[in-house]
């Protein structure tokens, strides 16, 4: 059964980090591309940063270039989001999602995604 979980959200001042970890089970992590998505209230979910296979690459949205890392660790299966500088517009929920379909890089498209897990609350106080 696949399953992702996201957790290590949580409540920060701004200006403050927070690395978020998503462990994966039910697949082979170092075969399938990983993103992260966050979803503020109100607000439409959006892509943050995801990490390919084909091409190793890491795309990042431009809200978030210069301050957040996106990471995988094939052995833990786990993929991590360092976050830092965050600010007020970075509080959202925060989702992992896996791409099985292959493909060469990745992208911050929530259609490419087909498991999710059930996301980590974020709060940047300013």
């Known amino acids: 059964q696949v399953q992702l979980v996201e957790s290590g959200g949580g409540l920060v001042q701004s200006g403050e980090s927070l690395r978020l970890s998503c462990v994966v089970s039910g697949f082979t992590l170092d075969r399938y591309a990983i993103g992260w998505f966050r979803q503020a209230p109100g607000n439409e979910r959006e892509g943050v940063s995801c990490?390919?296979?084909?091409?190793?690459?890491?795309h990042y949205a431009e809200s978030v270039k210069g301050r957040f890392t996106i990471s995988r660790d094939n052995a833990k299966n786990t993929v991590y989001l360092q976050m830092n500088s965050l600010n007020s517009e970075d509080t959202a929920v925060y989702f992992c999602?896996?791409?099985?379909?292959?493909?060469?890089?990745?992208?911050?498209?929530?259609?490419?995604?087909?498991?999710w897990g059930q996301g980590t609350q974020v709060t940047v106080s300013s």
């Open positions: 999602a896996a791409d099985f379909q292959f493909r060469r890089s990745c992208a911050l498209t929530r259609q490419d995604y087909g498991a």
């Open positions: 990490s390919a296979i084909g091409d190793r690459s890491t």
